[in-house]
């Protein structure tokens, strides 16, 4: 028997990008940014990863609808690795999660979420409401390594 499952629970890196193929099949992308942290020598680490998503159908259209920038997320999905020669015919990867299944959490009250508008029956959450679990801080999606690997010579 052979399982392939990812949950995750973070943020929105960006808003979702609605689009539609040639037979009008909904289709929407996104980011998550989660975060793992610890001690070490007595001083607080966090390491940052980013997930990129793939949703189709209703709940493709369902997230770009109420999803946005800094949004609190929880999704269930499969893992899928994409492969493709790049232009110097170097042979790149790209792991996605195909999402299943999502809910929606509290909005942000992050500032970078300001432009999200409340939803109209919940007031929005102050700090001590949401578990700090849930409390990822928003990065943008970068690459951070300095390396260059993905340039051709």
Known sequence: MYLN???????????????YTPSGTPV??????????????????????FHQCEVWDRLAESIAEHMTKGNLVYIEGRLKTESWDGECGKKHYRTKIIVERCSFGPKSTKPEAEHAAPMAQDPAPRDDDVP???MNPVVPLQNTRGDNKNRCP
Do not use: H, N, Q
């Open 28 to 49: 929407c992308m996104f980011g998550v940014a989660t975060s793992f942290a610890y001690d070490k020598d007595g001083e607080r680490k966090e390491i940052v990863e």
């Open 132 to 134: 700090l679990s849930w």
């Open 5 to 19: 499952k990812a949950s995750v629970i973070g943020r929105m890196t960006a808003d979702p990008e609605l689009r």
